[in-house]
Each structure stands twice: as C-alpha cells, then as structure tokens.
C-alpha cells in the first residue's frame, strides 16, 4: 500500500505550546540556538568521520545516552567537554582567541 504524501506541510497551532514558548527571553532563546548549533555541528562531523552514536561513544568514553542527550540540543556543554569533543571529531567548536 502506496502512503499518501502530502503536497504541503500542515501548519500545526497550538495555544499550550504558543503560551510556553512567549515565556522565553532574548537571552534563553539565543542560549537554546547556541546549544542546537553545536549539537548539529557535532552530527556534522560524526557523520563526516562515518560514525554512529555508538562508535563516538566509545571513542570519548561516554555512554551512547549521553551522546543521544548531546545531539538533542538540550545539553549545556562544559568547556572540557566541548574540548574533548573537538579532539575526537576533529573539528572546532570553540574559538579562544589570545591577545
């Protein structure tokens, strides 16, 4: 059985979720878009290295949760874990410029 699929994406409105989302400032809202950048760069990178959650996992030594946690944009990174990622996945995600 062929799945109809639809010409146009529906737009979905929701009080609940308008009245939620209205409560967030500037500032949470830019830390939320910071968050999901990484996340997506980190994906980025994984699968520009060809590799799984698992295999990340194991090379920075975390469990395949944690990196499910990473890539869902909610995790607010330290710095020595966003170090630790760069190592890994050879990529930069920070930049510290000296003066």
Not at 25 to 31: I, N, V, Y
Not at 32 to 41: E, N, P, S, Y
């Amino acid at each position: 059985m062929k799945k109809k699929v639809p010409s146009k994406a529906r737009t979905y409105n929701s009080p609940i979720l308008d009245a939620f989302l209205a409560l967030g400032t500037p500032e949470e809202q830019a830390r939320v878009d910071t968050r999901m950048m990484l996340a997506a760069k980190i994906f980025d990178a994984m699968e520009a290295k060809g590799l799984s959650q698992k295999q990340f996992a194991e090379k920075i030594g975390k469990r395949p949760s944690m990196i499910r946690h990473w890539l869902s944009g909610g995790h607010n990174f330290t710095v020595d874990t966003l170090t630790d990622i760069q190592r890994v996945l050879g990529v930069r995600l920070l930049v510290v410029e000296q003066e």
